[in-house]
């Protein structure tokens, strides 16, 4: 999965988390206007087929972006020590942007071609860890002066080709990687594949990606470690001790137009609530410069303006563009590590298709209508490594549960949370704004989505019978 936090208590990924909204249940009685029929869809405000009004089409559709908001924006800080940007905040507003625009062409293809259910496509956490293990290798190891900010020269050639080949080596692995899950989609070979999949093979392969990713979230963390410690406090405060505190907010539905429902705010945004509050904190410690202001103090980095010349210098309007980084490269190594994460992708997928399907009230997608689905998923890793966001596409875990959590199926929504993708990847300054948080604040985010991301995958296990001398062989092997 993508969640960077899983509030639901069921531990089957197909079953609705109930309670998580109250409102008038009464209100949402009979179906009408031509909406898709099933016995499960009572439930929903509006059914897949249903338009609901343009202004709650858009309000939806932002919350759904700022629920993936996390992982999107992660993916690229992340990947920036090992591109060699760690002292180049602009070119990772760059890759933000580029992330965003993807993620929304994505999106739009999913809905109107692919599975053709309310599912967000976003970066992917399961390409972080082949996609790291490639630049680890002694051919892409950062140079010694890309790692001092004093000797670093962001506008220069030299520089530029520096992180430029890297990324150019990412894409090609992914291009490869692509082609190989658009055969496996449009042929129809996922089925047949899906036979030899289990949980026994998920659990280790998802363990693993996660595991090594710790290392950037310790250095990001020790750069502060009590502005850390905070941002860990909080994500945890809100997502397991205040989930089940409901905000009165005022709605306007159907049958009964104005009235005010629960919503569930601590359980759907813990992880950007503690994020933005933490960043406040530092921002209040930078003015009153309680905060060191010497760049080699400790904690200097957790200062609000250290990369505040980014925003001055993102431009309003930049369009992505495919091969904006130069002519991809491709080497053996990383097309394999990638596949591997592309199969990791696949299975993940065709559980969000089904969890998604659950939650909307219409029957479980058919063979063919998923074989197209991870088909589309394909091209999109096609257009991210063509665009060159570092990463590739896949269905967001976490945006199916805010399906079940705002009773709203409607493909409309995601159509409208597709746009506003596009629209954020095109704003420079938007993607300026998020390079700005300062790094400890994003390292105690890690640290938590990293840790549960591996207890995901580990929670597979409960589908195994741990019993087996076999079984406990196989996944302490694979370990």
């Known amino acids: ?278 960043w406040l904190l530092c921002f209040v410690l930078t003015v009153t410069d309680a905060l060191p202001s010497a760049p080699t103090a400790y904690g200097y980095l957790a200062r609000t303006d250290t990369k505040g010349s980014v925003l001055s210098q993102a431009p309003w309007f930049r369009f992505p563009y495919p091969g904006q980084w130069g002519l991809p490269t491709v080497s053996p190594a990383g097309v394999f590590g990638i596949i591997a994460a592309v199969i990791s992708s696949m299975v993940e997928s065709i559980g969000d298709y089904h969890a998604c399907a659950r939650l909307v009230g219409v029957p479980p997608p058919p063979k063919h209508a998923i074989n197209r689905g991870i088909g589309i998923e394909g091209l999109g890793c096609l257009l991210a490594g063509a665009w060159g966001t570092g990463n590739g596409t896949t269905s967001y875990s976490e945006n199916v549960g805010a399906l079940g959590i705002t009773r709203v199926g409607s493909r409309m929504v995601i159509v409208a949370a597709g746009c506003v993708l596009l629209l954020m990847g095109i704003f420079g300054k938007i993607g300026a704004a998020f390079v700005t948080i300062p790094a400890p604040v994003v390292g105690g985010m890690f640290l938590v989505m990293f840790g549960v991301i591996t207890a995901v995958g580990i929670s597979n296990l409960q589908y195994v019978d741990l019993n087996s001398s076999r079984n406990l062989f196989i996944f302490g092997f694979s370990i």
């Open 1 to 278: 999965m993508n969640s960077a936090i899983t509030t639901c208590e069921h531990p089957n990924p197909l079953q609705r988390c109930d309670g998580v909204l109250s409102s008038h249940e009464g209100d949402q009685g009979s179906k009408k206007d031509g909406q898709l029929k099933s016995s499960s869809s009572s439930h929903m405000a509006y059914g897949i087929l249903d338009i609901p009004p343009w202004y709650l089409c858009i309000f939806l559709g932002i919350q759904h972006f700022l629920t993936a908001l996390g992982g999107l924006v992660a993916i690229p800080l992340i990947l920036a020590k090992d591109l060699c940007l760690q002292h180049d905040p602009l070119t990772q507003s760059y890759l933000i942007s580029t992330i965003f625009f993807v993620s929304g062409i994505c999106t739009l293809l999913q809905v109107f071609l692919g599975i053709r259910l309310p599912i967000l496509q976003g970066g992917t956490f399961a390409f972080l860890g082949p996609s790291l293990a490639m630049l680890s290798l002694p051919t892409w190891k950062c140079p010694a002066w890309t790692l001092n900010a004093s000797q670093v020269n962001t506008s220069s050639p030299e520089f530029t080709e520096e992180w430029q080949k890297r990324i150019r080596e990412l894409q090609g692995a992914v291009l490869v990687a692509s082609c190989v899950q658009m055969l496996v989609g449009f042929s129809g070979l996922i089925g047949f594949l899906m036979r030899f999949i289990g949980p026994l093979t998920i659990a280790p392969t998802i363990s693993l990606m996660a595991l090594p990713l710790f290392d950037s979230a310790g250095d990001n963390a020790g750069i502060h470690w009590g502005i850390a410690a905070t941002t860990i406090f909080l994500i945890v405060l809100f997502s397991q001790y205040l989930k089940n505190i409901a905000v009165p907010v005022p709605v306007y539905g159907r049958e009964k137009k104005s009235h005010t429902s629960k919503f569930y705010l601590f359980q759907i945004f813990p992880v950007l609530l503690g994020l933005c509050i933490s």
